[in-house]
Antibody, heavy 123, light 106 residues
Framework: QAQLQESGPGLVKPSQTLSLTCSVS??????????WNWIRQPAGKGLEWIGR???????DYNPPLKSRVTISVDTSKNQFSLNLTSVTAADTAVYFC???????????????WGEGTTVTVSS | DIQMTQSPSSLSASVGDRVTITCRAS??????LNWYQQRPGKAPKLLIY???SLQSGVPSRFSGSGSGTDFSLTISSLQPEDFATYYC????????FGQGTKVEIK
């Protein structure tokens, strides 16, 4: 059974770049038709999908964040990463990584999640 | 962007109650709709995918229905561990979540 674990700095200064990594264990990041996702959740608020990456490197981003987001995959390390540039206090949130699994009808669902990591943007 | 609107935003119910949460999409999404449960301080957990398919290991008291723009999640007999926040998610394009429905103890 796959497991995901987020890692990265818990504190980032305004205008800098937030960088997080998700390590995948219990399976190859290249195995299967999975998308690897980042989702965030500000304290007391709802979930926001940030974007996803396929093992080939193909990416898809949430339009409001697209200009600031890069998601990449490192198959040799079985990891994928998030970079979010020019952060502000509004980017303070719990960041989750999650596996997107395909259905027989070409839709996807998020069936394996990391436990989440809190990132605070503050000087 | 496709907007997902859940109702109600919160509800109070008792153990044993039947509870229904609705989710409306701003345009048709076929059945590209998933439901998640999130307990405080935890990651979301998948309950239902493609509108009505029960995820493995999820109790059968959870069910989902709908297609197009209108969807619902029903808990047939609320259990103590079901008090949580529930989110719908569309995966038709540029995935988005509903704002959540908090189910509280009456």
């Amino acid at each position: 059974q796959a497991q995901l674990q987020e890692s990265g700095p818990g504190l980032v200064k305004p205008s800098q770049t937030l960088s997080l990594t998700c390590s995948v264990s219990g399976g190859s990041i290249s195995g299967g038709e999975y998308y690897w996702n980042w989702i965030r959740q500000p304290a007391g608020k709802g979930l926001e999908w940030i974007g996803r990456v396929f093992s080939s490197g193909y990416t898809d981003y949430n339009p409001p964040l697209k200009s600031r987001v890069t998601i990449s995959v490192d198959t040799s390390k079985n990891q994928f990463s998030l970079n979010l540039t020019s952060v502000t206090a509004a980017d303070t949130a719990v960041y989750f990584c999650a596996r997107g699994s395909p259905t027989a009808y070409y839709s996807y669902y998020l069936d394996v999640w990391g436990e989440g990591t809190t990132v605070t943007v503050s000087s | 962007d496709i907007q997902m609107t859940q109702s109600p935003s919160s509800l109070s119910a008792s153990v044993g109650d039947r509870v229904t949460i609705t989710c409306r999409a701003s345009q048709s999404i076929s059945t590209y709709l998933n439901w998640y449960q999130q307990r405080p301080g935890k990651a979301p957990k998948l309950l239902i995918y493609t509108a009505s398919s029960l995820q493995s290991g999820v109790p059968s008291r959870f069910s989902g229905s709908g297609s197009g723009t209108d969807f619902s999640l029903t808990i047939s007999s609320l259990q103590p561990e079901d008090f949580a926040t529930y989110y719908c998610q569309q995966t038709y394009t540029a995935w988005t979540f509903g704002q959540g429905t908090k189910v509280e103890i009456k």
